[in-house]
């Protein structure tokens, strides 16, 4: 089993990055053969300052690699590194549709959100489908709410085999039905488009304030808070501290007497020790760069040996060969 899955640099990485999408691709390392790349071509989109994007593109490799991505059991590497997939989806987008990416609801959320209307926006699920279908990938794992990226990916393989015999595999979405849906300090979904992120690293003092200025409701600390499940410091606090210590403050809050800035105080200190092997090997890393370097340009190399024949059977089958 082949497994695919990218995350873009176009900023800090954040909770909502790391347990929707790092944590599972971690995990999935023993499960397959996995390539996971950093997704610097589809930054472009929203992202233009040039010295940003390249920070923005080790700090990912960093993260990645201190979180626990291994480089000898993964295939690890910079979308830009493999230029095949940019060819490859110009063969692609001949052949898609007009009207199915003006279905695609990301295009739609984006623009609502106050990001440009770009070609490269709108196109983007052309180039997501090369992304996939270069590397003969099986499984692609994501949220529910990404389905349809790899359904549309789908489509296009099956146009191309339809229209020029059989080309690419058909990957199958593999859906993290447990993955962990991370509330942002407003309580909406964490995100970088809402401002509302909390790093997984960076300054502990800036880290703390997020933490601290968490949106609470005006209740006492005597009230009983019999939602105290909906409380979005509980929420953060079940993903980064043992279950039973979650469960104690949220029964002493549903019951009265925890006071929410005690909370988020807690909530703070787990999510610190959460990551602080983390943090380690990341500062190691970060006084080595070249070595992370030669980790992304080693798993390019075999990302792109693999992404070459595949192109040469597309090129071979559409006459361009």
């Excluded at 090369?130 to 790899?150: E, M």
């Excluded at 296009?156 to 991370?182: H, R, S």
């Excluded at 005690?262 to 610190?272: N, Q």
Aim: charged share 25%; net charge neutral; hydrophobic share 40%.
């Amino acid at each position: 089993m082949r497994i695919l899955s990218g995350i873009q640099p176009s900023g800090a990485l954040h909770l909502g990055n790391f347990f929707g999408m790092m944590k599972p691709a971690i995990e999935l390392q023993d499960r397959g053969e996995a390539y996971y790349f950093i997704a610097n071509y589809h930054s472009m989109t929203s992202l233009y300052d040039p010295a940003q994007r390249r920070a923005n593109t080790m700090d990912v490799a960093l993260d990645f690699l201190a979180c626990g991505l291994d480089p000898v059991k993964s295939v690890f590497f910079k979308q830009s590194d493999v230029p095949e997939v940019t060819e490859l989806a110009w063969l692609l987008t001949t052949l898609t549709p007009m009207g199915l990416l003006e279905r695609c609801h990301s295009f739609k959320d984006k623009v609502a959100k106050g990001l440009s209307p770009n070609h490269g926006l709108f196109a983007y699920p052309v180039l997501m489908a090369a992304d996939i279908l270069i590397y003969d990938s099986n499984t692609v794992p994501v949220g529910r709410d990404q389905k349809q990226h790899v359904e549309v990916t789908r489509d296009i393989a099956i146009k191309f085999n339809e229209t020029y015999g059989d080309t690419f595999i058909l990957p199958e979405p593999q859906i993290k039905e447990n993955a962990a849906a991370v509330p942002g300090t407003d309580g909406q979904k964490m995100s970088k488009s809402y401002g509302n992120t909390i790093e997984i690293f960076g300054d502990e003092k800036i880290i703390r304030k997020k933490f601290m200025s968490l949106v609470m409701d005006s209740r006492t600390p005597a009230e009983p808070k019999l939602d105290a499940h909906e409380n979005l410091a509980v929420k953060l606090l079940k993903l980064v501290a043992p279950a039973d210590i979650a469960a104690q403050f949220e029964d002493r809050l549903r019951v009265g007497g925890l006071g929410y800035g005690d909370l988020k105080k807690a909530l703070f200190e787990h999510h610190w020790n959460y990551f602080s092997a983390a943090r380690a090997r990341r500062a190691e890393l970060a006084g080595h760069l070249d070595h992370v370097e030669s980790i992304l340009w080693e798993g390019a190399s075999k990302a792109r040996s693999l992404a070459q024949g595949v192109l040469k059977r597309a090129r071979r089958a559409s006459g361009i060969d």
